[in-house]
Every structure is written in structure tokens, then in C-alpha cells.
């Protein structure tokens, strides 16, 4: 079937002014740079936030909720989303290595009814609707607080694991934890077709009052074997292994799909100055992000910046200006934003304090967009958080970033056919397993607008003779976009 494009010809007018290039009345409009931007969320399984709605459905109810995720985050022109598949040590895919989540099940390595493999379903139904699907996993926390069932006794790693607060980790400081991370995080690289892979913000867990983490006898055996680091340095050593062997990892079997981080938002307190924070990433979490944003061991980086622009000492607009000027080149800079709490108008936030700060992240050169936490306020459109994005911050759809340190190469222009029936256009092309997206471009007046992004499953577009009459449609270009982002030489069809 013909995918319709529609889109409200005032509001596509208005937003393609910024992007046109005026020509003579006869002339061909030239065509304008793409719109590029990240538009993504996180869909959260632990404790089920996000999906599924709660543990133990029946796999069609599991799979009804994970396409209406899927449908809404199409439906406001995002283009990506981040899906946990390994909140604690479990999987949400089905694994050899670690046990299924009970906030699938209900209970810790009890396997689905009947065969799914949630991310599996993921990937393809991301890829259908023209979305990328990256992986999101924690490295080290193994039991959630909130768990009711208990590790089952063939997990692979309870060899690692230690109590810390009212939660089970796994010992960063031991090689056989960091390993079976890694081994995790290689399968699923290897066996599903993921855009990327994405860390969260929990390295060593944030402190518990009155409790010190358990590796005493760690780090006892690394100074008996003559180790040097106090132990603060030793930790960020620790996490700094697990972070430079996931990107090695990675690259190694899949060279294209990128890796990335969602620190905390502030990476010390007093950096810039005038920001304060309660938790210092460096010294608590022993996370020390900007020796990684300097190492390059990722593709992009996508701090939580959890705070309205007003908040002073965590203030948005500060903390933006600074990431914007240390991520480096051959990386990405993504932002994360609470949008739960600007759906819910929690005190500080609003649906106007959201909207400025994409605005704001849109002006700084190397931001590429924008990160949502969660999805759950968006696909029920929580405060019409849904509709007030859709209807202008992302009234247009927007082409992902390109990733050109993985892969500068385009892929080749598309073989179109047009074809005019009762004033329609119906736009067809032939299959190209390169071309992840198909972007169609209309000629409106003097200026050309990205009117439609599709999955390059599809074998086609219908522009009706209504769109065409309300935007003065004078012709269309179309392009193949690959899975990292680059995009053809758009062929162009005049009327």
C-alpha cells in the first residue's frame, strides 16, 4: 500500500521559510540542505515505567502495547528510540547468557508463554516505521529494588554479584563481571539488527548513607599485587575498562553501530562555574565522562540535563553551553530532557519550558537533537505533551544525524517512476537493501520542504491533489537514506 503524505500546508509553508532558497518564478527551486535532527526516547522496562504496563501479559497484549509505543513515536515524527533490554543482569530478548526479566514474566527466568522475543519485534517494527532501535542496557546493577524474584541459581554472573543498599550489583573491579558485560552486549550486536547500543548513568550506584561499597577484598588483592591507585582512582579505572571495551567491542563486530552515553548532567560540581549538584559523577558514580568524551570511546554522548533554564546552579541553558563546547568533533552531543515532569507540570516545568529548551538545544552547533525521557508521557500524550510536539517542534519530519566517522558513503540516488492519476502523484520506487529511509522533498513555490521520511520497506508515496493544490507543488525530489545516515543525490521530478 501507498503511504499518504499529509502534512497542514500553513504550518509546512511556515517552517519550510527557514529552509528554502528563493529562485525566479520559472526556475527550478534549488534544493535546500536536508533537516537534521535526533528526535528520540527511552522506553524503560525496569519496574515497568514504560512497557510492558505490568509484568505477566499474555504476548499479544505484550505485543499490542509495544506497537502502540512504536505507532506513537511515529505518528510526532520521531525518528529513534532507546529500548531497555537489560535493566538488571535479565534480558528482554531471549538470551543464553542471562535470564529473562520478571518485568516480562513476572518472575526471573520464566520464558515467555508462547515464542517472542520482545527486541527482536523491536528492531523490525522500529525499521518498519522508518525508526531507529538502539539497545539500551545497564552494565552493572543486577537486582532493582523494586524485584520481587529472586537471581536464579544459574545466572552466570552471581559469581560477581553484591549486595549494596536495598540492590544486587556486579563488582566493577572484577574481570569476569566487566567480561560478561561485554559478552552480553557483543551477542547482542552480533544477533540482532540494533542501531545502536546505549548506556544510562549507573556505573557504581549511587551512594546509599552510611553503607561503603563491598570490594574491600578487591581492592585488597590489586594493591598485594603491587597496584598503586587509591581507591577512588582505581574504581574510575574500573568503569573506564568497561566503557573503552564496549566501544572496542562493538566496532569490532559491527563497525556501524554506535555506541553512546547518557551520564549524568552535571560532570562535577563547579563545572561550569556556578552549577552545584548533590551527586558528583567523578567522585560518587566514579564515572569520568569527560576523559571518555576526550578518548572519543563513544559516538555520541547524551547528558541528563534534568533542570528548567531558570535553575540556576542546574541551570539548562548553562550545562548546554558547556557540553555544547567539549564534545569534540567525531562525536555527537544528544540532550536528555525530563518530559515527564513538563507533562506533568511538576513544580518548575511546563510544556513551554520543554519546547524552549529543544529550541535552545537546536542553536548549539554541535547538539543534534534531543532525547525524551520516557516514553510512557508521550504515547499517551500526558498534558497533550504528544500533540503540542507534533502539532510545531516537530511538525515537519527530520532526516537522523549522519554518522560520517563510521560511514561517509552514500548510497546510490533511487530509480523512481511517477505516475498522475485523477490530479494525485503516485510516487514508486525499486527496492535498495541500502536504502534504510526513502525522504520525499516537495517543490512548494521557490522552496523545497523534507515533506515525508518512510521506511525504504515501503514501495511508495502518494502526494494528493490536494496537498499539491494547497502548497503550490511545482515538483518532488526523492533520496535513500542509509543506516548511518547518509543520504543520496535526490532525483528530481518537476510537474
Known sequence: MFRRSGQAAALAIAVGCSTGCAQDAGAAPRVSPSVRELRGAWVATVDNIDWPSRPGLSVGKQREELDAILDAAASMRLNALFFQVRPACDALYKSELEPWSEWLTGAQGKAPAERWDPLEHAVEGAHER????HAWINPFRARHRAATSPIVDRHKAKAWMVKYGEELWLD?????????????????????DVDGIHMDDYFYPYPVKGQSFPDDASYADYVRAGGKLDRADWRRMNVDAMVEALHRGIKQHKPKVRFGISPFGIVRPGIP?????GVDQYRDLYADVAHWVAQRWCDYVAPQLYWPVAQQKQSYATLLEWWGKTVPERMHLVVGNYTTRAARAEKGWSLDELVDQIERTRAVPRAVGNLHFSMKVLRDDIGGVRTRLRAKTYELPALPPAWPWLDAEPPKAPQIRVAHADGDVEVRWTADPEARLRALYLACGDRWLLIEVVSGRKPGILVTAEQIKKLAVRGLAVSSVDECGNESERVVKMF
Open 273 to 277: 562555574a556556578g552549577i552545584e549538584a
Open 172 to 192: 566493577p573491579s572484577q574481570q569476569g563481571a566487566r567480561d560478561h558485560t561485554l559478552a552480553v552486549v557483543v551477542d547482542i550486536v552480533r544477533r540482532y
Open 130 to 133: 522508518g525508526l531507529e532501535l
